[in-house]
């Protein structure tokens, strides 16, 4: 049956390929939209801020490729310096989200007993609450500006990486070569960085990739709501909320930012099944009989 | 005399007053081999842990060198615990899957700070490579791409780096083939005479143990219920259990023997002979724990009836 | 005339890496009611062997040659062919019942599924059924057994069951995947025991895919070694394992702790990469120049079938038999 097995995963490579081609369609995307957002200043027509009062609502034309906004803003310039606030929160938030979890959820699973319980307790408290409006409710506390949307979208991510690392930590820590390490006398530090962490990063990856999706699509939606920046800072999510009320008239103004979201997050979505793929079947033993 | 091990062990796991190591006690002698048979559940594995302090017994003292093991504070430990080390049955899981093999290697040293510079590392390391029959390819590769076996000598290598004295082998070979089996052993006693170090082997295939021991003893659910030389015991099993093992051992030589049915449950008397349910030879004697009784110089057994 | 009959079984696998070859050019014959042992160590491809019987391999399996069961060719069948065939006529019984018994159903529940499709039996009936096939198979209380889930079970008690499944269909042909895989010298010989029950109670011939050589002793009348996707000897289990012609076959046994565990020097080829000319020739002792380059066609050589130049020590290569001469000494 082993035999099966491989051929079974020979056959998982062939179906990977398919689905890689999403990936790689992913990946270039989103490589696309790093580039946009560090050569922003070069890339875009006009300044993001620059109003031209005279041609305001105007549709798509070749000055304004993506049209004006309700105060003559060039809408593509607006998204294009969007990309950056757009990549930025979601990297920021998913980095810190991850790096909590890992932490919270390597102590939990290594040490077990009161640490595990406490720690795992906290997580069921936060996931007691419907993480967008938990986010949203700290977000509107906080007041607004970037950085507290940053804080609450990251305050209530991490739940998920912990739960993940606490799992894979303790079906490594039963290994051998972990035990093994143990008795010749290795610090835990050592033993959760050398041994545990390399070994337990692979679902981190995953979820982190289809993590900055979730983010960019939350900081969105609270930008909509009135969170976050405040103009003239373009946010594609702000942006969808400005051009609301004018959808019959300049649907324009909310058609692109919601195109420039929804590529974004498909993207990450699209990497993100890719990685899952291709980490999974490798994890499984290579031997024929 | 030099006494390398001597254990009195009784381990209980919390929850359950379960006692899956009830009572050992036993001694292996410097160069020394000896074998420990029994089957899956019987408590040898918790054995070969709680001898190296991986678990901590419940009750009883290991005595390696003169000092006790089980009782030691963490730092004497660290002193020995290059001195005393296991190899365990699933070469899958020996190894840090992400690390190339020469880092598993020189791992063990660089822990316990043995060598101090890189050349020195990698000559040890060529050494080591030479006793267990590896060479220089090896070392850049990843553990998934070695064969079972291969794995078993890189943790022999491991292990050989810090000049052990006692090493205890938890079914080191029951996963690899036949032909693998033979050169992986053969390795174990290789290096057994070149360095003096004494084994306590587990196994459950009473032919290699018989191969490779110099006494064997018998487990059953946590205790040992025949000990002595090998051939003394395998030729002249006196407890019931240890006459049933090697009756139902399919030896290549008998293989057309009709294999006894034998209906193994996981229940265990508390009191008592905890093999007395199965025994065709019970009797009310057997309401008593029996104790370990010389029947011939050096070979004990606990049964009632010997 | 045989029950089963291989005919020049290539099995290809076409993989990322290459071409994985995990039979090439297989040839036996399995009798009515008798048990042929296919011995032979990892990697040498005799699960997939078994697997291309039942052609339960992945798309990317190019089976060629033949395969005749009761004079149909199993390779030619098509969808409702097949599964006929598999369970009914040919049963699989898996490695490691562990993880081929489905934790979340009974096991009378699993027992009286294979009657149910298998048999047409209705449910009712199924279920005494599978109570009287755990008590022929002298699982204790089979009653109370029937209503209980796997992990209740000790692992001697899980292969039964796992057994009455698999007969279900009242098969004429067992493949025995590595039933003995990874058990503990009690537990396998519980399993030979059921084994040897098996053949000789229900007449089933059975194909024991093993790399137990203990164990293929026990229960064998013929057996065939393989290594690296080829047979390398082939006959009557006593001739095969007491006086061994092949030198690779000569070499398990002696590494058999029994006969002194003297190992055969050098590694096992991967299946992506095998040596050219005679598969073994590079770990063997009368290993010349002509094993390098030419592959040995299967030869009678004391009344077994082998595939090596220099098998009868004579110093001289054999000749090269005609299938015709093949036939005949097929046992």
Same mark, same amino acid.
């Given at each position: 049956m082993a035999s099966a097995a491989v051929a079974v995963e020979r056959n998982l490579t062939f179906i990977q390929l398919k689905k890689n081609k999403l990936a790689i369609i992913g990946l270039l995307i989103i490589s696309l939209l790093v580039i946009v957002a560090v050569f922003a200043p070069v890339l875009a027509p006009h300044h993001p801020y620059e109003q031209d009062l005279d041609r305001v609502m105007m549709a798509p034309c070749s000055e304004y490729p993506f049209g004006t906004d309700d105060f003559g803003r060039c809408i593509l310039s607006r998204i294009i310096f969007g990309t950056r606030i757009s990549l930025a929160i979601g990297l920021i938030v998913t980095a810190i989200s991850a790096v909590a979890g890992i932490i919270l959820g390597m102590l939990a699973g290594f040490y077990g007993g009161v640490i595990d319980e406490v720690i795992m307790r906290i997580v069921d408290i936060f996931l007691a609450f419907p993480g967008l409006i938990l986010a949203l409710v700290i977000a509107g506390l906080l007041g607004p500006g970037m950085f507290n949307v940053l804080f609450a979208l990251a305050l209530v991510g991490w739940m998920g990486y912990a739960r993940v690392v606490r799992g894979a930590v303790l079906a490594e820590k039963e290994k051998s070569f972990v035990e093994t390490a143990m008795s010749l006398g290795a610090s835990d530090l050592y033993i959760m960085c050398r041994h545990l962490l390399p070994n337990v990063i692979a679902p981190v990856i995953v979820m982190a990739t289809l993590g900055i999706g979730h983010t960019i699509l939350a900081a969105a939606g609270l930008s909509f709501l009135g969170l976050g920046a405040q103009p003239p800072i373009p946010v594609w999510g702000s942006m969808l909320n400005d051009g609301k009320q004018y959808l019959q008239t300049a649907p324009y103004m909310t058609i692109f930012p919601g195109l420039a979201i929804m590529i974004t997050v498909l993207s990450f979505n699209f990497l993100g099944d890719g990685l899952r793929d291709i980490f999974d079947p490798r994890l499984k033993e290579k031997s024929i009989e | 005399?030099?006494?390398?091990?001597?254990?009195?062990?009784?381990?209980?796991?919390?929850?359950?007053?379960?006692?899956? *190591?009830?009572?050992?006690?036993?001694?292996?002698?410097?160069?020394?081999?000896?074998?420990? *048979?029994?089957?899956?559940?019987?408590?040898?594995?918790?054995?070969?842990?709680?001898?190296?302090?991986?678990?901590?017994?419940?009750?009883?003292? *290991?005595?390696?060198?003169?000092?006790?093991?089980?009782?030691?504070?963490?730092?004497?430990?660290?002193?020995?615990?290059?001195?005393?080390?296991?190899?365990?049955?699933?070469?899958?899981?020996?190894?840090?899957?992400?690390?190339r093999i020469y880092d598993s290697i020189t791992e063990p040293m660089r822990i316990q700070n043995v060598v101090s510079d890189r050349a020195e590392e990698r000559e040890r390391v060529s050494a080591?490579?030479?006793?267990?029959?590896?060479?220089?390819?090896?070392?850049?590769?990843?553990?998934?791409?070695?064969s079972g076996g291969q794995i078993q000598r890189v943790v022999l290598a491991r292990i050989l780096s810090l000049h052990p004295e006692f090493i205890v082998a938890d079914e080191p070979t029951s996963m690899l083939d036949v032909s693998v089996q033979a050169q992986v052993l053969n390795i174990f006693k290789e290096i057994q005479q070149k360095y003096d170090i004494s084994y306590l082997f587990i196994s459950h295939d009473l032919e290699v143990v018989r191969w490779m021991s110099d006494c064997m003893a018998v487990m059953y659910k946590g205790r040992i219920v025949e000990i002595g030389p090998t051939e003394e015991v395998y030729q002249n099993p006196q407890h019931p259990y240890t006459t049933l093992l090697v009756d139902a051992f399919i030896s290549f030589n008998n293989s057309q023997n009709e294999s006894t049915e034998i209906v193994m449950s996981h229940e265990i008397r508390p009191e008592g002979c905890r093999y007395a349910p199965f025994c065709s030879a019970a009797s009310a004697a057997c309401d008593e724990v029996p104790e370990l009784k010389e029947v011939t110089r050096g070979h004990y057994a606990a049964c009632r009836h010997v | 005339m045989a029950l089963l009959s291989i005919r020049n079984l290539t099995t290809v696998f076409h993989a990322e890496e290459g071409e994985i070859k995990a039979c090439d050019q297989v040839s036996m014959d399995i009798p009515a009611g008798k048990t042929i042992g296919l011995i032979g160590e990892t990697g040498c491809g005799k699960s997939v062997?078994?697997?291309?019987?039942?052609?339960?391999?992945?798309?990317?399996a190019v089976i060629r040659g033949e395969i005749y069961y009761k004079d149909q060719d199993v390779l030619k069948m098509n969808g409702d062919q097949l599964q006929r065939l598999r369970g009914n006529e040919i049963a699989l019984l898996p490695q490691s019942p562990s993880t081929s018994l489905n934790p979340v159903l009974k096991i009378g529940f699993q027992i009286a599924e294979g009657l149910h499709l298998h048999r047409k039996t209705k449910w009712e009936q199924a279920w005494e059924k599978a109570v009287e096939m755990l008590d022929f198979l002298k699982l204790p209380e089979p009653e109370k057994r029937v209503q209980e889930y796997p992990h209740q079970l000790s692992g001697g008690m899980k292969q039964r069951a796992l057994a009455a499944a698999s007969i279900t269909g009242n098969p004429s042909l067992l493949i025995a995947d590595e039933p003995t895989k990874g058990l503990d010298a009690v537990l396998r010989a519980q399993v030979v025991g059921v084994l040897r029950q098996l053949a000789r109670e229900t007449g089933a011939a059975m194909l024991l895919i093993t790399h137990d050589l203990k164990v293929a002793a026990s229960l064998c009348d013929q057996i065939a070694v393989m290594y690296a996707g080829e047979i390398l000897e082939q006959g009557a289990a006593e001739q095969v394992l007491k006086d061994p012609v092949h030198p690779y076959t000569k070499g398990l046994l002696a590494s058999l702790p029994e006969h002194g565990l003297h190992p055969i020097p050098g590694y096992s080829p991967s299946l992506l990469d095998v040596p050219a000319g005679c598969k073994f020739h590079q770990r063997c002792s009368l290993a010349r120049d002509l094993c390098a380059e030419k592959c040995p066609p299967l030869q009678i050589i004391n009344g077994v079938q082998v595939r090596c130049f220099f098998g009868d020590q004579s110093g001289e290569p054999q000749q090269e038999l005609h299938n015709r001469d093949l036939q005949e000494a097929a046992v």
């Open positions: - | 005399m030099e006494n390398l091990s001597k254990s009195y062990t009784t381990g209980i796991f919390k929850k359950q007053q379960f006692k899956a *190591v009830d009572d050992v006690t036993f001694t292996i002698a410097p160069g020394e081999t000896l074998g420990l *048979v029994g089957e899956s559940g019987c408590g040898k594995s918790t054995l070969a842990r709680a001898i190296l302090r991986l678990i901590t017994p419940s009750k009883g003292r *290991v005595f390696f060198k003169g000092r006790d093991v089980a009782a030691a504070g963490t730092r004497e430990l660290n002193k020995i615990r290059g001195k005393m080390q296991i190899i365990f049955q699933h070469p899958e899981t020996a190894l840090n899957p992400r690390l080591l490579l030479e006793q267990v029959g590896l060479y220089e390819e090896h070392l850049t590769r990843y553990p998934h791409e070695l | 062997l078994g697997m291309s019987i039942l052609r339960l391999l992945p798309r990317n």
